[in-house]
C-alpha cells in the first residue's frame, strides 16, 4: 500500500506473537492446543511485587513519572548492576522504558543512519533484525552453527565486522537457543571488540536469572571493563520475576547515548506506567531467593523435554545453559509426507503440521534465523510438556518417507 512508509513495509509482525494468536484462537474455538510458542513465564508475579503495585495505587503514584524512570527505580536499577554484575553506573547513566523491547528499539533508532550495519548472530531473537530495518540500518546476519552451540566465535565475528559496523547484539542466554556465553567465551569476544573501537556492544541480558547447572552469567562491561564506554546493558523485569504484562526494561550506559534515548522516549512514550515502576522497583530491591526455585522447576522441565525429544526419531536437541527455550533440529523431517499428503519442506511447514495434526504449538526456526529447527519454550507445567512431546512423536511418527 504505497500509503505505508516504505520502513514499515520493510518488516513483518513479529511471529512469536503471530503464533501465539494463532493458538489462542485455535483454543477459543475449543481445539485441545498446547501453547508452546510464547516466551513468557508461567508462574505467577510474586506476591510482594504485585503488593508493592497496590500500595503504589493507593499512594497516588498513578502520575506521569520522569521520562527515564523514577528516582526510586533508578536507584533500584543502579543497585542491581552494582551487586550482579560488578558495573557502576550512575543515575543519569540509566534509563527504565515499557519493556525491554522500547529499550532496543530506543537505542537503534537513536543512533542508525542509513547505510550503518548492525551485526546480529543467528539464531536471534525475532525483533532484533526488524527493529534495525525499521530504524534505518542494515542487519548482518552471522551464522551460529549448532556444532558449536550456537555461539558466535570470535573469528566470525571479527569477520563480520567492517568500517560500517555500528552495534553488535549479543543475548546471552539467548532466546531461541539458551545458550550462553561462559566467562571465557565472552573474554573471546570482548577480545575482538577491543581491537574495533568504532563497534558499539548491545548486551541484551533479559535471560539473565534463568541459568542451570551452577553456569555463571558474565555480561561484556564485567567481563571487559574497557567496553564499558561503548557498552549498552540491557535488561528487564519480564523474564527474572514473570512481569511480562508490567511492561518494564531497563539499561546502562553512556550518558551521551541515554540522554538521546530518553529525549526519543520523551517524545513518544513518556515514562513506563508508574505504577509498573513500583512494582520493579520492588522486585529489584526485594529478596531474590525465589527466583531458585523457579529455576529448579525450569531446569526439571528443560531435563524432561530433552529427555522426551530423544526419544523422537528425527529430532536432536542440544542441551542449553539458560532461558526456558530449547532449539531441536527437524532436518530428519524434511522431505517427508504427512497423513494427508503434503510434503515437509520446511520447518514452518513442520510446526504447522504439528499445531493442525496435534494441537501443538510451536516457532519455526526460520523466524529466528536457523533452519531447520524449532523452538520450544518450556514455560509450562511439566504435565503439559509431557503430552505436548507425546503428540510431537505421534506426529513424527506418522510422517512417511517423501
Ligand atoms: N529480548 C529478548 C531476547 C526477549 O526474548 C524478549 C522477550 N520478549 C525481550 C528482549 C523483550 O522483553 P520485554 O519487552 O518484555 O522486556
Ligand atoms: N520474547 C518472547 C518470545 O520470544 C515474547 C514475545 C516477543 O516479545 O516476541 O516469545
Redesign the pocket.
Known amino acids: 500500500m504505497p500509503f505505508l512508509a516504505k520502513n514499515i513495509q520493510k518488516v513483518k509482525p ?1 511471529p ?2 503471530a503464533i501465539d494468536g494463532k493458538a489462542k484462537a485455535m483454543k477459543a474455538e475449543g481445539r485441545d492446543v498446547i501453547n508452546l ?4 513465564p508461567d508462574f505467577d508475579t510474586p506476591d510482594f511485587i504485585k503488593q508493592a503495585a497496590k500500595k503504589a495505587i493507593d499512594e497516588g503514584q498513578t502520575k506521569y513519572t520522569a521520562v527515564d524512570g523514577t528516582p526510586a527505580l533508578k536507584k533500584a536499577i543502579v543497585g542491581k548492576f552494582q551487586r550482579d554484575n560488578n558495573l557502576t553506573y550512575t543515575p543519569e547513566q540509566i534509563i527504565a522504558s515499557t519493556g525491554g ?1 522500547q529499550v532496543l528499539y530506543n537505542a537503534l533508532t537513536a543512533t542508525l543512519n542509513e547505510g550503518d550495519e548492525v551485526i546480529i548472530p543467528a539464531p536471534y ?3 532484533y533484525p526488524d527493529m534495525v530495518k525499521l530504524s534505518g540500518g542494515t542487519p548482518v546476519i552471522v551464522e551460529c552453527t549448532e556444532e558449536n552451540n550456537f555461539k558466535l566465535t570470535p573469528e566470525d565475528l571479527e569477520a563480520a565486522i567492517t568500517p560500517q559496523t555500528k552495534w553488535v547484539i549479543l543475548n546471552s542466554p539467548s ?2 537457543t539458551g545458550a550462553a556465553y561462559t566467562e571465557t567465551e565472552m573474554k573471546a569476544l570482548t577480545d575482538v571488540f577491543m581491537r574495533h573501537s568504532h563497534v558499539w556492544i548491545m548486551s541484551d541480558d533479559i535471560y539473565e536469572k534463568i541459568v542451570y547447572d551452577d553456569f555463571k552469567f558474565k555480561t561484556p562491561a564485567e567481563v571487559e571493563p574497557g567496553l564499558f564506554d561503548r557498552t549498552l546493558t540491557i535488561n528487564g523485569v519480564s523474564k527474572a520475576y514473570a512481569m ?1 504484562g508490567w511492561r518494564i526494561g531497563y539499561a546502562g550506559g553512556p550518558e551521551e547515548l541515554i540522554k538521546a534515548m530518553k529525549k526519543l522516549q520523551g517524545q513518544s512514550t513518556s515514562s513506563p506506567s508508574s505504577v509498573s515502576q513500583a512494582a520493579a522497583t520492588a522486585a529489584l530491591n526485594g529478596d531474590q531467593s525465589f527466583l531458585k526455585d523457579r529455576n529448579d522447576e525450569f531446569k526439571k522441565r528443560r531435563n524432561r523435554v530433552i529427555e522426551m525429544l530423544k526419544k523422537v526419531e528425527g529430532i536432536t536437541c542440544a542441551t542449553p545453559e539458560g532461558a526456558f527455550y530449547v532449539y531441536p533440529s527437524c532436518a530428519g523431517m524434511i522431505g517427508k509426507k504427512t497423513p494427508d499428503g503434503k510434503t515437509i519442506e520446511n520447518d514452518e511447514d513442520f510446526v504447522t503440521y504439528l499445531l493442525e495434526a496435534e494441537g501443538v504449538a510451536c ?1 519455526h526456526g526460520e523466524a529466528f534465523g536457523l533452519s531447520p529447527h524449532f523452538r520450544i ?1 518450556y514455560a509450562t507445567s511439566e504435565e503439559n510438556l509431557v503430552k505436548a512431546c507425546e503428540r510431537i512423536k505421534k506426529a513424527c511418527s506418522a510422517l512417511t518417507p517423501g
Open positions: 513479529s512469536t506473537f510458542g510464547l516466551g513468557e523491547k531473537w525475532v525483533s532466546n531461541p511480562t516457532v519454550s
